[in-house]
């Protein structure tokens, strides 16, 4: 499955953007999926994941409470809402997906197979 990540862009402190992930190829269905992002200079982190249906769903504690995971497997895509934006966020974001027997939700980007190339998301003060 190839992903495709957009919606980046510039946003000031406190401000919302929704990332989009579309896939091409094969169904996303038997894939949990998440989200990941990386700061200059630091290491790739965990930001959200789904499982394979969209039920449940994991966040960062950084993240929890602003940001919202969700997906529609019909149509391919998995979406990041953004809210409350802040400097911090600032960091290349990357959807990817996993088995959904994986132990996806761990926060470890070890189970994700398929990575798209990654959209900047840049939060002024």
């Known amino acids: 499955v190839q992903l495709v990540e957009s919606g980046g862009g510039f946003v000031q402190a406190g401000g919302s953007l929704t990332l989009t992930c579309a896939a091409s190829?094969?169904?996303?269905?038997?894939?949990?999926m998440g989200w990941f992002r990386q700061a200059p200079g630091k290491g790739r982190e965990f930001v959200a994941a789904?499982?394979?249906?969209?039920?449940?769903?994991y966040y960062s504690d950084s993240v929890k409470g602003r940001f919202t995971i969700s997906r529609k497997n019909a149509k391919k895509t998995l979406w990041l809402q953004m809210n409350s934006l802040r400097p911090e966020d600032t960091a290349v974001y990357f959807c990817?997906?996993?088995?959904?027997?994986?132990?996806?939700?761990?926060?470890?980007?070890?189970?994700?197979?398929?990575w798209g190339q990654g959209t900047q998301v840049t939060v002024s003060s």
């Open positions: 990817a997906a996993a088995d959904w027997r994986s132990n996806y939700y761990s926060g470890d980007q070890t189970p994700y197979e398929y």
């Open positions: 190829g094969d169904t996303i269905s038997p894939y949990a």
């Open positions: 789904t499982s394979w249906s969209g039920g449940t769903t």
